[in-house]
């Protein structure tokens, strides 16, 4: 990469802008906002140009060399290669700033694209090879960056000097700006533009003890796109993170790179780390005033024991919130064309795990075994045979089509499908993780699969191959 990302302060520096058509007048709205002592030189004004007049001088000529004296950036944008090339050279030569419009190799400055909340600036650029990714990139940033944060860099900015002063350390001044970030009040007040007010209680959390704090993130079924932002932001915030084997190296990857990090994973018949042993980890990061974020895979509510965790830190009088994510019934499922429900096919769909709890107690197979309805299993691999056992004992065809989904949503899917009176051979043909829906939409996949599917297809040819 040949140019440096600089932000330079061009308020008052007399700048010049070749050109008067659509791309001059981009280029001098820009340098405008920044407070530039502007002149334009161009035979006419386009009409965007025309109306910006009163803000800047206007040399209704062609360029000579004359003009660039004095100048401190110039900008070539006229529609003429000739003059635009004359007008770099001239500039060069002289050692001025320039910039040739559309040209980012013969151009000393690029105007980036920015996203702005005043005195916040975000500004990148692809080096001219790519405009179109740097403008999405853009309409992505603009929409997931809170308005407010302007008015927040600017509170901020009066009281950076105090929060410097009660705060000895940098790790203590982070953790105080993580919780700022957080403060529902605070985002309120600049969110309707109460700034004094936010300014006053922004005063009153410097004054406040600061303490850890525990953030549950679901981490989704793998596929990193499908974090939401606010579990982004988290990991992003982190000084400790606690992560399960199911979390991807595709989202460990966008964990904040100073964190901690502690593996407390676990897998059916492999708990590497013992619950009790989880809680004890969760509770003492938090009493140390450190912001702990545990992640886990999918929804933490949905067979992740997210619930009695939180129970453990609500006794220990520690805070915590909940960040829910995607759970692998509704990502892996989706991902392979399967819909959980369809007026044609189920009108319900109920979730199951396959592991019971030490007191062995059943679930009720009469129940789960009726018709119209989809039955999403988790972790139900090492029981598929007492599974698929139970569902025909109990009233269920044994030609209900059956679809175990491995690794979903990320690029190693592969689905396995069948019948229900096959679901035991079938789990042999499979690894962990992997997900088991029994019902009639299961046969949707053969039509509605859309993700990986050359890939899939050609899984599930082998495998039949295999077992015929």
Same mark, same amino acid.
């Given at each position: ?82 003059? =635009? ?45 790519? &405009? ?14 809170? #308005? ?38 605070? =985002? ?111 929804? &933490? ?59 062995? #107690? ?56 069948? =019948? ?49």
């Amino acid at each position: 990469m040949e140019h440096l990302p600089l932000f330079i302060k061009i308020k008052h520096r007399p700048c010049l802008v070749v050109g008067g058509g659509a791309v001059a007048a981009r280029k001098a709205r820009v340098l405008l906002a920044r407070g530039a002592r502007l002149t334009v030189v161009a035979p006419e004004l386009c009409p965007e140009l025309a109306t910006l007049q009163s803000q800047f001088i206007w040399q209704n000529d062609v360029f000579n060399e004359a003009y660039l004296d004095q100048q401190f950036l110039v900008v070539a944008a006229t529609n003429s290669t000739e003059v =635009n090339a004359r007008v770099y050279q001239a500039a060069n030569l002289r050692g001025l700033l320039v910039n040739k419009a559309d040209d980012s190799k013969r151009s000393a400055v690029i105007f980036p694209s920015i996203v702005e909340r005043l005195p916040l600036q975000v500004a990148f650029s692809t080096g001219g090879n790519a &405009p179109w990714l740097a403008r999405l990139l853009r309409a992505r940033l603009d929409a997931i960056l809170p #308005k407010h944060w302007g008015a927040l860099s600017r509170v901020a900015g009066k009281l950076r000097h105090k929060v410097q002063s009660s705060f000895a350390t940098p790790t203590e001044r982070r953790r105080f700006w993580a919780r700022v970030e957080d403060d529902v009040t605070l =985002n309120h007040l600049l969110a309707q533009g109460k700034i004094a007010e936010a300014e006053r209680w922004l005063k009153q959390s410097i004054a406040k003890p600061q303490l850890g704090e525990v953030i549950l993130v679901g981490a989704g079924p793998g596929d990193p796109d499908l974090l939401t932002v606010k579990a982004l932001n988290e990991l992003q915030k982190a000084e400790v993170v606690l992560y399960d084997q199911l979390v991807s190296p595709e989202i460990m990857a966008l964990i904040r790179p100073e964190a901690e990090l502690i593996a407390v994973g676990k897998k059916a018949g492999h708990h590497s780390v013992p619950q009790e042993q989880i809680n004890g980890l969760l509770v003492a990061q938090a009493q140390s005033g450190k912001r702990v974020v545990r992640l886990k895979g999918g929804d &933490p509510f949905m067979f992740g024991r997210g619930a009695e965790e939180l129970q453990v830190l609500k006794a220990a009088g520690i805070c915590f919130q909940v960040v829910p994510g995607i759970t692998a019934a509704a990502g892996a499922t989706a991902y392979a064309g399967i819909p959980l429900t369809h007026r044609d096919h189920a009108q319900s769909a109920v979730f199951i795990t396959g592991h019971s709890k030490q007191d062995g #107690k059943e679930p009720n197979w009469a129940s789960l075994a009726q018709s119209r309805q989809t039955l999403v299993i988790y972790m139900g691999l090492m029981r598929s045979g007492h599974i698929q056992q139970r569902l025909i004992e109990h009233g269920l065809a044994p030609s209900t089509p059956v679809a175990l989904i491995e690794r979903g949503t990320t690029p190693q899917q592969r689905m396995v499908r069948g =019948n229900l009176s096959e679901l035991g051979a079938l789990a042999e043909q499979v690894v962990s993780p992997s997900l088991m829906v029994i019902g009639e939409v299961a046969a949707l996949a053969d039509s509605l699969a859309w993700f990986n599917t050359q890939a899939s297809e050609q899984a599930q040819a082998e495998a039949q191959a295999q077992y015929a």
